[in-house]
């Protein structure tokens, strides 16, 4: 009995997740719930939580929230909460665990690691309206002015969080490379986990272009309703988000606008659509690679994870310039060059969940089981151990063919 007991697997070691905050349902917020569901005994921390937003699996466990929260609660807006967050985070409970992992794209890695513990900083992209100001303010104008020493003083405190984590992982290996443009880290690149079993390709076909996105200015979704409207193509927009208004203003005939759906009926659209339009630069891009898995091309800018997920022609299309006329262009293509389903879905499998999951889990092993014995952790480890498994993270596309004259209209 007692040899029996010994062959069993060691515990898992304390984990804390910290992530952001949950006030929108977006790609790190469905990583982190899944990062959770594989993590079972850890515990979940946030600067702030909208209970509307949470998901579900993660309402029913509980996320311990930051006090900040009640100024959102009482009308104070997020951006105006920016100046305190990195305080918040940096006086944040976590209780006593052998590993944190913050999932961060604004200040959740400004979190302090309890003494012998590891901090693993899981970046969705360094904050944007940090380091690329341009697309949040006007360049010269009166907002980008005034709120410019503010920007340098979070900047600074962004670089000294980042020299304080153990172990960088990217996204992708565009933000790694951002990574190491912004902070001066390596960071290992684990691309955020997709559920290829839940998409099924079809031979339906509904006959109309679709986005799928947040609608927030840096996505770029007018450019596609002005492909839409200069083509006259059929498009529809699930997503929801702040630039709603302008976009229906924008919106010809052809365009509809479906608000937020639920998962079953969002991947029912990618697995008959004509093509998904994704017109921002992407980080990484999970609904890229997810209408991969239902069988359908993406159609994206090429640029950031793009690169990584299409192959121009074959796993879907790239348009190298952020134009209404460049997408249309793109469009026709992907109307008039049907792609196999098996091989977009096969593409798709390089991000599959338990990919994820491997690399996750063999993190926890080689960093946090150390830790919870006391052994000394090697803060560059993890990068060089998984530059060895995952030699493939380099960016795999290619620029997009041009395709010549302009598109009708």
Not at 109 to 137: D, I, K, N, Q, S
Not at 239 to 257: D, I, T
């Amino acid at each position: 009995m007692s040899a029996d007991l010994r062959e069993q697997p060691e515990p898992m070691p304390r984990i804390a997740i910290v992530h952001d905050y949950f006030t929108q349902r977006g790609g790190a917020e469905r990583l982190v719930d899944h990062l959770a569901a594989l993590l079972p005994a850890a515990t979940i921390h946030a600067a702030v939580v909208d209970r509307e937003t949470l998901p579900p699996t993660l309402a029913s466990r509980g996320v311990h929230a930051s006090p900040i929260g009640r100024l959102l609660r009482i009308g104070i807006s997020l951006r105006a909460l920016a100046p305190l967050l990195p305080r918040a985070f940096r006086r944040m409970p976590v209780g006593t665990p052998a590993l944190v992992i913050s999932s961060t794209s604004a200040f959740s890695h400004h979190v302090r690691r309890p003494t012998g513990a590891v901090h693993v900083v899981y970046c969705h992209t360094p904050p944007r309206f940090l380091w690329h100001p341009e697309e949040y303010f006007t360049p010269g104008g009166a907002r980008a002015r005034l709120a410019a020493p503010g920007l340098a003083f979070l900047r600074r405190l962004d670089r000294e969080a980042a020299r304080r984590a153990d172990l960088y992982v990217a996204n992708s290996a565009h933000t790694a490379a951002e990574i190491r443009r912004v902070y001066g880290r390596e960071a290992a690149v684990i691309h955020p986990p997709i559920d290829t079993s839940a998409f099924m390709p079809t031979t339906e076909r509904s006959g109309r272009f679709l986005v799928v996105a947040r609608l927030k200015r840096h996505k770029r979704i007018d450019l596609a309703i002005a492909a839409a409207n200069a083509l006259g193509a059929p498009l529809d927009v699930i997503g929801e988000g702040p630039e709603l208004p302008r976009l229906r203003r924008l919106a010809g005939p052809s365009v509809r606008f479906l608000g937020r759906l639920p998962d079953e009926a969002v991947r029912a659209a990618m697995a008959q659509c004509e093509g998904l339009i994704v017109p921002g630069r992407e980080d990484f891009g999970m609904t890229t690679a997810e209408v991969q898995a239902a069988g359908r091309p993406p159609i994206a800018f090429a640029a950031g994870g793009a690169l990584e997920i299409i192959r121009d022609g074959e796993t879907g299309f790239l348009f190298a310039e952020q134009t209404p006329t460049a997408i249309a262009v793109a469009m026709v293509r992907a109307g008039a060059q049907p792609l196999d389903p098996s091989v977009l879905a096969a593409a798709a499998r390089r991000f599959d969940a338990a990919v994820f999951d491997a690399a996750i889990l063999g993190l926890v092993a080689r960093l946090a089981v150390p830790a919870a014995a006391g052994a000394s952790v090697d803060r560059e480890a993890g990068v060089h151990f998984y530059a060895r498994l995952r030699p493939g993270t380099r960016a795999r596309g290619r620029a997009p063919r041009r395709a010549p004259g302009r598109p009708p209209c």
